[in-house]
């Protein structure tokens, strides 16, 4: 039989591959993602992240698992949010997850955060073992985004809540084509420049363009089980937050 394929960036590889090439491109830009993150988005990224936790809005006593979570951001913001609460952090990305252990607030948050390498489409965790599940820009880059959003409610708990923040697309054709020619032009230069790797955040921009609009992902939360599904465009829909239950 022949292999199925899918997208890595505009390019057509065997799934079997786009795991291996994703580790490639977060291993590469590990040590300067967070650098990357603000240059790229110009700040605007931890506006995007803020808007998450509003909506989010951590409680005390809860358990959260953030996939490919990477440097911690989410975690460390669910957790200051929550008062005490305790994050997992799961990346495929081991050099991702060693620069999260770097920062400041892992050092001070460190019994509350577990740090573990996984697939999204595999989790390494029983049935109904957390209270909310997100993933922050990462969803793009899994081979199959609906089997990751199946194990997303398979390991939460009844009552539990998943968010996803992803990129996604600008329901204005012209505000669309102006985003492009910066996202085109700009950011693999950027990440020449910053991160000595243009490939890398080519790839990034590409992926962006590749993922499904609002209302077909909202579908796919759907179909995975969830209920009471909504999104919320940020930033004329440059990113988008997603939200579901299982109830």
């Known amino acids: 039989?022949?292999?199925?394929?899918?997208?890595?960036?505009?390019?057509?590889?065997?799934?079997?591959?786009?795991?291996?090439?994703?580790?490639?491109?977060?291993?590469?830009?590990?040590?300067?993602?967070?650098?990357?993150?603000?240059a790229m988005s110009m700040g605007i990224h931890r506006i995007w992240k803020d808007a998450m936790m509003d909506w989010l809005?951590?409680?005390?006593?809860?358990?959260?698992?953030?996939?490919?979570?990477?440097?911690?951001?989410?975690?460390?913001?669910?957790?200051?949010?929550?008062?005490?609460?305790?994050?997992?952090?799961?990346?495929l990305t081991e050099p991702m997850l060693i620069?999260?252990?770097?920062?400041?607030?892992?050092?001070?948050?460190?019994?509350?955060?577990?740090?573990?390498?996984?697939?999204?489409m595999k989790l390494p965790f029983a049935d109904n073992t957390f209270d909310v599940y997100t993933i922050s820009f990462g969803?793009?880059?899994v081979t199959r985004p609906q089997e990751a959003l199946n194990e997303a409610y398979r390991v939460l708990k009844p009552g539990g809540r998943l968010m996803v923040l992803e990129f996604s697309q600008i329901p204005n054709d012209m505000?669309?084509?102006v985003y492009d020619l910066y996202s085109f032009n700009i950011?693999?230069?950027?990440?020449?420049?910053i991160a000595n790797d243009r490939d890398s955040y080519q790839y990034l921009v590409e992926s962006i363009r590749k993922f499904p609009d609002q209302e077909t992902f909202l579908n796919m939360v759907k179909l995975a089980g969830f209920e009471n599904a909504k999104y919320r465009n940020l930033t004329m829909?440059?990113?988008?937050?997603?939200?579901?239950w299982k109830i």
């Open 1 to 38: 039989m022949t292999e199925k394929t899918t997208h890595f960036g505009f390019k057509t590889v065997p799934e079997s591959e786009k795991a291996g090439r994703v580790q490639g491109v977060f291993g590469s830009v590990a040590s300067k993602y967070d650098v990357m993150n603000d």
């Open 57 to 91: 809005a951590p409680r005390p006593n809860t358990k959260l698992l953030d996939v490919a979570g990477g440097t911690g951001d989410i975690s460390f913001r669910y957790l200051k949010r929550a008062g005490y609460a305790h994050a997992t952090v799961l990346d």
């Open 99 to 120: 620069e999260g252990r770097k920062r400041a607030e892992a050092a001070a948050l460190a019994d509350s955060l577990d740090w573990v390498t996984g697939d999204a």
């Open 139 to 141: 969803i793009r880059n």
């Open 175 to 177: 505000m669309q084509k």
């Open 187 to 193: 950011i693999p230069r950027l990440g020449q420049a």
């Open 237 to 244: 829909g440059i990113a988008c937050l997603h939200s579901g």
